[in-house]
């Protein structure tokens, strides 16, 4: 495949076409001025992870001699030339220990690995009471586990709406993101909302909520396989990438009430070089099969990856 090329013009049209996009504010957003797409210097670098969701499967298999642990997990991503380690929350023991974050963050060092992140698995589109009051705590625990791991970045949800109206909804989670950004600034470590449905499945319902919220530790995980409306996939990809502190690489785009389409790696590399991202790409794969795909499709990214940091 070929390097993705970029012009001057295209680059200078997404920005005016994003500023253009922040004009159009929403009713039920706070009057506070927009946040600004992330200014980063230099040229788009790009750094290979996988995320441990690719073997959800095998760490939650019910044959002992086939269930994948943590610390094989690490291993493997090293085996296979990955410069880092996504390790989802779903897969840790129910209680997490310093003794045990510790132990990863030691082996990731001896194997050369990063720990590029954590995910969690919220919902801040809930009404004040005890459980909103739980799902901040989650994410605000899962902020101190990444702090001790040396990870950059939590990925979270804004979530489904319950007992809210949607509007009502996004200014909770506005709420909540600023709380917990807060709380993830003092400690070094990044928000990334994802682009997973609920009350953000349309982008342009994320973005406004993004820069509404008054943080500098808040900005946008970009799972490119989850879309849920009529546009271009790749033109959604490019209004969300300026925003973007993390991304999450399928290996399909899902579509409500459309087949699966194959992802084209390329544009998606084209689509990140033009925001000048830098920072970690992970593999997410949910299709079948992992163990026979995913070695494949991390030789691939990483060729890639290579072309598009030597350019």
Not at 166 to 184: D, F, M, N, Q, V
Not at 260 to 270: G, I, M, N, S, Y
Not at 272 to 281: F, I, P
Not at 293 to 311: C, G, K, Q, T, Y
């Amino acid at each position: 495949m070929n390097p993705p090329s970029f012009s001057v013009n295209r680059r200078r049209f997404l920005i005016l076409g994003l500023a253009a996009a922040a004009a159009g504010r929403l009713p039920w957003l706070p009057a506070v001025r927009a946040v600004e797409p992330f200014r980063r210097p230099g040229r788009c670098r790009l750094k290979l992870s996988l995320a441990a969701y690719s073997f959800r499967d095998r760490f939650n298999h019910p044959d002992p001699e086939r269930r994948l642990t943590l610390p094989a997990f690490l291993d493997y991503c090293a085996d296979h030339g990955c410069d880092a380690a996504e390790l989802t929350s779903y897969y840790f023991p129910k209680e997490v220990t310093p003794a045990l974050l510790n132990a990863l963050k030691r082996q990731a060092h001896l194997r050369g690995l990063a720990i590029s992140g954590t995910a969690v698995g919220n919902n801040f589109a809930l009404p004040d009471g005890p459980q909103r009051d739980g799902q901040l705590a989650l994410v605000k625990t899962w902020t101190d586990h990444a702090a001790a791991l040396g990870a950059p970045h939590v990925r979270v949800f804004a979530g489904e709406a319950r007992g809210l109206d949607p509007a009502t909804a996004r200014r909770r989670c506005i709420r909540a993101l600023e709380e917990c950004g807060e709380y993830a600034g003092q400690r070094g470590v990044w928000l990334g909302l994802e682009n997973h449905g609920g009350i953000v499945a349309d982008v342009g319902e994320l973005l406004d909520i993004v820069r509404a919220v008054q943080s500098p530790w808040v900005g946008v995980n970009l799972d490119t396989g989850n879309f849920y409306g009529d546009a271009d996939p790749y033109t959604e990809m490019a209004r969300l990438a300026p925003y973007a502190v993390n991304v999450q690489l399928k290996v399909a785009i899902s579509r409500p009430g459309r087949p699966k389409q194959p992802t084209d790696l390329d544009r998606v590399l084209a689509v990140l070089c033009e925001a000048n991202y830098q920072g970690y790409v992970a593999l997410e794969f949910e299709e079948a099969d992992p163990e026979k795909h995913v070695p494949a499709w991390l030789a691939r990214m990483r060729e890639a990856f290579a072309r598009v940091n030597a350019a």
